[in-house]
């Protein structure tokens, strides 16, 4: 599985959109893009996932480069709630891809 | 609620003791993961069954055994830790297939003593 790089925190104002980048240069043609979230002791939350088109759910939206060598999470409207760790992780499952440090994302109020 | 539920949620075990962690999925899900998170450290998946079947074991001690009786069910049998196993195990569950989500449970927050 390809290996992921993300900043170790980040803040974000509380209201306002919180944009995670994750680089990815090695990512193979059939890997996806996870992305999960743990608050503190909790187990890992999924959010998002893609291949190559961006994505939208009610939690998020994923954007994709066109080159797929990086992503970037983004987080529409930050709470205080959304204050946890941020892992990109890709892989063609994602049960069994590699999770790294991740980004510390703290929303302030 | 992710549709894994762990237990127990809490656990303090000797070294000489022999205690299990149980999972359960209502996902329908055929794949199931045990993980293990020590402090400050990223997650290291321990063991990997697909189809009821071991198909990874990333080199974890033999103290550490797994079972898995059914699609549904994963237990991680614990037996003569030592304290550096005192960590958050986690187990996860997901479809066979290529481009799926992942879904984890609250963990079993283990104390060895």
């Known amino acids: 599985d390809a290996k992921t790089t993300q900043p170790p925190s980040m803040d974000c104002a509380e209201g306002r959109a919180a944009n995670l980048p994750c680089n990815h240069s090695?990512?193979?043609?059939?890997?996806?893009v996870y992305w999960y979230r743990q608050i503190h002791s909790q187990g890992p939350q999924y959010i998002i996932h893609g291949l190559k088109n961006n994505e939208t759910n009610e939690m998020a939206s994923l954007i994709i480069t066109e080159d797929r060598k990086s992503s970037t999470l983004i987080l529409p409207h930050a709470t205080l709630r959304d204050t946890a760790v941020y892992y990109c992780?890709?892989?063609?499952?994602?049960?069994?891809?590699?999770f790294g440090d991740g980004t510390t994302l703290t929303v302030k109020p | 609620e992710t549709g894994v539920t762990q237990t127990p949620r809490h656990l303090v075990m000797g070294m000489t003791n022999k205690k299990s962690l149980k999972c359960e999925q209502h996902l329908g899900h055929n794949a199931m993961y045990w993980y293990k998170q020590s402090a400050k450290k990223p997650l290291e998946l321990m063991f990997v069954y697909s189809l009821e079947e071991r198909v990874e074991n990333n080199s974890v001690p033999s103290r550490f055994s797994p079972e898995c009786p059914n699609s549904s069910h994963l237990f991680l049998h614990l037996h003569t830790l030592q304290p550096e196993d005192s960590a958050l195990y986690l187990c996860?569950?997901?479809?066979?297939?290529?481009?799926?989500?992942?879904?984890f449970g609250q963990g079993t927050r283990l104390t060895v003593v």
């Open positions: 090695t990512i193979s043609g059939n890997e996806y």
């Open positions: 996860a569950s997901s479809q066979v297939r290529p481009s799926t989500e992942a879904f």
């Open positions: 992780i890709v892989g063609t499952n994602a049960g069994k891809s590699t």
